[in-house]
């Protein structure tokens, strides 16, 4: 059972979730002199996560109300996705 910020939402049918490549943040200095340039790391960024399945639901309302409560994490901010395998999002 996968849930986000401990709430399961996606339970309801089969779901699965596909977390893309980390983002990474490069600085790039060149001096007089240097052949090439020089390349800062910065540090991992962010990353893309897709979720795709079936929400299911027996009633209109109730998959209303499933909905809404997925939109409700659709604010941009850090949230924790754990997975059907238990692998969490680092916070």
């Not at 986000?4 to 943040?25: M, Y």
């Not at 639901?57 to 901010?77: K, M, N, V, Y």
Request: proline content about 4%.
């Amino acid at each position: 059972m996968s849930s986000l910020d401990g709430v399961d939402l996606f339970s309801s049918g089969p779901h699965t979730i596909r977390p893309g490549a980390w983002e990474h943040q490069v600085q790039r200095r060149s001096f007089p002199g240097l052949d090439g340039e020089l390349a800062i790391h910065l540090g991992r960024r962010s990353r893309v996560i897709v979720q795709t399945g079936r929400l299911q639901a027996s009633t209109a309302e109730d998959l209303a109300s499933r909905i809404a409560a997925i939109e409700q994490h659709c604010d941009g901010g850090l949230h924790c996705l754990v997975d059907g395998q238990n692998h969490s999002s680092p916070r």
